[in-house]
C-alpha cells in the first residue's frame, strides 16, 4: 500500500501498534512465565497509538503540506507481520517478534525522516516511538537468549 | 484501502436550534445536502422563513440580559465543556466534513483543529476582557474604562469551510456575553448542527447559542433586523461588499466582512525546489482551490539571473509544478490515498469548467488540462475536475485577476521582485501572498512593501492562528479584523467612567 497522506501514515502505524498490542496479549497467554513482560509491551503499543494520534490531532493544520507530505512510500517494502503461524515453538516466536519489531521500527524511522520538514510534530513523535523500539528489541532478544541457554 | 467509516449512515433532517428546542421549520422549501463524492443525499435541509428568523433574533433578545449578567468565568466554563465535548466528537466530525464538503480527511482534521483552537483561545475571556483604570488623573479623581457585552450576533457560514468560519466568531462572541444565530452554508449544514448539538450537551442556556437554515431571506431577515447588533460574514467580495458591508452601514450593525482574494506565490531562484513545489500543491490544490487563502498565480520571478539562467529556471520550476500536479490522487476523500476531493457541487465544476475554457480563449497555454478527469475508486465525475495548470498568463487575462476558487493554477513569469510586486499591486484583492526564498534580502522587501494582509515566506496557506489578527486588505476585506484582540473589541462595547467621591 503506497503511503501519500499523513493519514494514511497515522492511520496504518496505528493499526500496527493495535495488532502487536493483540499478538502480544495472546503471547503472554501461552506463555504466562514472560506473560508481564508480554503485557507491558502490549501497553506500550496502545500508548504509542494514542501518543501518535494526539501528535498529529494536536497540530493537523491547513498550513502544513499534510496530503503531499510522502513520496515513494510504500507499506510493502517493510512486509510488517503482526500475526504468528499456527503450533510455533515459542523460540521462533520470539524471533518473528524480533522480526516484527524491527521492521516497525524502521518504518517508524522512515516516516519520520520522510515528513520531517513538512509535518515535524508527527516526525518527532514516529522518531520517538521509533528510537523506543530498541529497547523492546533488546528485551525480546535477551528472553530468547535465556531459552537458549 | 478501504474508505474510512461514514459516520453518516442515513439521510439526516436538519432542524433549526431556537431557544434550546430543535425545531422542524415551517418552510416548504427544502434542499438535499448531496455528498459531492458519491452524489448521495446526505440530508435535507429547510430554506427557513423571515418569521423563523425573526423568532431566533427575538429569544436570543430575551435571553441576552440573563447571559450578560452570567458572570465571564461561568461563560467560559461552558466553552471549557464545549471543547472538551469537541475533543471527544474530534474524528465524527471531521468526517462528517469529508462527507459534507468534499474535502480530505487530512483537511478536514486541520478544519476541526483550528475550530477547537478558536474556543480554547475564546475561554481566556476572564482576561482578555478585563478593562483599563487610572487612579488620580485629577486629585481624588479616577478614570476607569471597562468593556460590556452589545447584544445579538448574526454569523453567516461559507460552504467552503463548514466547520470552522462560524467558530472564528461564535466562541468569542458567546465568551464576551452576546447571543449569536448562526446561519450556516445550506450547501452543507450539518457541522453547524453538530455544533449547536455539542453547545447543547455542553450545558449552554438555550437562546444563547442559535442556529437556523436558510438562504437569502434569512440574510436578508439577520440584515434588516434592528434586534442584531452585528454580523460577521465570509464570503465573495460581491456580497460582502455590496451587500453586508453596504447594508449593515445603512443600519448602523457592527460588520466583519472576510470576502475574495487571488493570491499570488513568488518563487525566487535559490528557493528549496522540493518543499517549494509540495507547499505549492497544498496552496493552488488543498480544499480543492476552494478557500480565500488558496495560491491562484504562480510568479517564477527571475531575480540576478542571466536570461539563459531563467529559461532554465522557469523551466524546471514549470516542469516541476506540471509532473506533481499530474500526480494528484483524487477522489472520495475519505479514502486515506487522495490528496484533493471533489469540488462542493456540480455546479462549480461546470463553472470552472468554462473557466478553464477561458483561459485556454484568453491565449494562455494549457499546460495539465483537469477536465480530463482520473480518479481513485468509481465514483460519479458530476463534481470532480483534476488539477489544471496554465503558463503563458498575463496579469491583464480574467484568470489571472479574478478568484477561480477552483484547482487551477496560472503560471507567470516576471524579470525581478520589483515587478512582482507591482503585478500584485495592480490586482484588486488583498488577501494573502507568500514568497519562497531564502534570501533574507528579499524577503524583508517583499515583507515589508507588499499591500497583502497574510503574508506567507516558505508557507503556501497562509492561515492566522486563533490568536493572531485574520487580516485582509483593500477588496478582500470590509469592516473589522477578527482574532484574538479584534474580536474582544467586536463584540463588546467601552464603556469609560470617571469617579468622584464628596
Not at chain 1, 501519500?4 to 496504518?12: K, P
Not at chain 2, 461563560?75 to 472538551?84: A, Q
Not at chain 2, 478536514?108 to 477547537?116: D, K, L, P, V
Not at chain 2, 458530476?382 to 489571472?400: C, G
Amino acid at each position: 500500500m503506497e503511503i501519500v497522506t499523513a493519514s494514511a501514515a497515522v492511520g496504518y502505524i496505528g493499526k500496527v501498534e493495535e495488532n502487536s498490542a493483540k499478538l502480544y496479549e495472546d503471547i503472554a497467554q501461552k506463555h504466562p512465565k514472560d506473560g508481564e513482560t508480554f503485557l507491558s509491551l502490549a501497553k506500550e503499543n496502545r500508548r504509542n497509538k494514542k501518543s501518535i494520534q494526539y501528535a498529529y490531532q494536536g497540530v493537523i493544520s491547513d498550513k502544513l503540506e499534510a496530503c503531499f507530505c510522502f513520496d515513494n512510500f510504500d507499506t510493502d517494502n517493510y512486509s510488517i507481520k503482526t500475526e504468528l503461524p499456527e503450533g510455533i515453538t515459542y523460540p521462533d516466536a520470539l524471533r518473528k517478534l524480533i522480526d516484527m519489531e524491527e521492521k516497525t521500527q524502521k518504518f517508524l524511522l522512515d516516516a519520520a525522516k520522510q515528513s520531517k520538514s513538512l509535518v515535524p510534530d508527527v516526525s518527532w513523535i514516529f522518531e520517538r516511538v521509533g528510537k523506543k523500539r530498541t529497547e523492546r528489541i533488546a528485551k525480546l532478544r535477551l528472553m530468547l537468549d535465556k531459552i537458549a541457554k | 484501502m478501504t474508505i474510512l467509516e461514514e459516520p453518516i449512515k442515513e439521510v439526516l433532517t436538519i432542524k433549526n436550534y431556537i431557544g434550546g428546542e430543535w425545531v422542524e421549520s415551517k418552510s416548504e422549501k427544502i434542499l438535499d445536502v448531496i455528498n459531492p463524492a458519491t452524489q448521495k443525499v446526505l440530508a435535507k435541509v429547510p430554506v427557513s422563513t423571515r418569521g423563523e428568523i425573526d423568532e431566533a433574533v427575538k429569544v436570543a433578545k430575551e435571553t441576552f440580559p440573563m447571559w450578560r449578567n452570567t458572570t465571564p468565568v461561568a461563560r467560559v466554563r461552558y466553552l471549557f465543556r464545549l471543547k472538551e465535548l469537541m475533543e471527544e466528537a474530534f474524528e465524527e466530525v471531521s468526517r462528517v466534513q469529508t462527507m459534507e464538503h468534499g474535502k480530505t480527511i487530512d483537511e478536514s482534521r486541520g478544519e476541526t483543529r483550528r475550530g477547537i483552537e478558536m474556543v480554547e483561545v475564546a475561554t481566556g475571556i476572564p482576561s482578555l476582557m478585563q478593562g483599563q483604570l487610572l487612579e488620580d488623573i485629577a486629585v481624588g479623581i479616577d478614570e476607569f474604562a471597562y468593556r460590556q457585552p452589545i447584544g445579538v450576533f448574526g454569523i453567516i457560514g461559507p460552504f467552503n469551510f463548514p466547520f470552522m468560519v462560524p467558530l472564528w466568531f461564535a466562541p468569542f462572541a458567546v465568551a464576551c456575553g452576546n447571543c449569536i444565530v448562526v446561519k450556516p452554508s445550506s450547501e452543507d449544514p450539518i457541522s453547524q448542527t453538530k455544533i449547536a448539538e455539542l453547545a447543547e450537551e455542553a450545558g449552554i442556556p438555550p437562546g444563547v447559542w442559535n442556529v437556523v437554515n436558510g438562504g437569502r431571506d434569512v440574510v436578508t431577515g439577520m440584515l434588516e433586523h434592528p434586534g442584531i447588533d452585528g454580523i460577521c460574514f465570509v464570503g465573495s467580495t460581491r456580497v460582502g461588499r455590496d451587500v453586508i458591508y453596504r447594508k449593515c452601514g445603512e443600519t448602523g450593525k457592527r460588520v466583519i466582512a472576510q470576502c475574495g482574494a487571488k493570491n499570488f506565490v513568488l518563487v525566487m531562484p535559490d528557493a528549496n525546489l522540493d518543499r517549494t513545489i509540495r507547499s505549492c500543491m497544498t496552496s493552488f490544490y488543498g480544499n480543492t482551490g476552494q478557500r480565500c487563502l488558496s495560491g491562484g498565480n504562480l510568479v517564477i520571478v527571475g531575480e540576478g539571473l542571466k536570461e539563459h539562467e531563467f529559461n532554465a529556471f522557469y523551466e524546471k520550476i514549470v516542469n516541476a509544478f506540471v509532473k506533481a500536479a499530474s500526480e494528484i490522487r483524487v477522489g472520495y476523500a475519505l479514502d486515506e490515498r487522495v490528496q484533493m476531493g471533489p469540488l462542493r457541487d456540480k455546479e462549480k465544476k461546470q463553472r470552472l469548467v468554462g473557466l478553464v475554457q477561458k483561459g485556454v480563449d484568453e491565449g494562455a497555454k494549457l499546460m495539465l488540462d483537469g477536465r480530463n478527469i482520473k480518479l481513485i475508486g468509481d465514483w460519479p465525475h458530476d463534481a470532480f475536475l483534476n488539477p489544471s495548470v496554465f503558463t503563458e498568463v498575463t496579469p491583464d487575462m480574467y484568470i489571472a485577476k479574478e478568484e477561480l476558487f477552483g484547482p487551477i493554477a496560472n503560471i507567470m513569469r516576471v524579470k525581478t521582485l520589483d515587478k512582482a510586486i507591482e503585478i500584485i499591486h495592480n490586482n484588486p484583492y488583498g488577501n494573502a501572498s507568500s514568497i519562497f526564498t531564502q534570501n533574507g534580502k528579499w524577503t524583508r522587501k517583499f515583507v515589508h512593501e507588499v499591500k497583502i494582509g497574510n503574508v506567507g515566506i516558505n508557507i503556501g496557506i497562509v492561515a492566522p492562528m486563533a490568536f493572531f489578527p485574520f487580516a485582509g486588505m483593500k477588496q478582500s476585506f470590509y469592516g473589522v479584523l477578527h482574532g484574538q484582540k479584534e474580536s474582544i473589541d467586536f463584540f463588546t462595547d467601552r464603556k469609560v467612567v470617571i469617579q468622584r467621591w464628596f
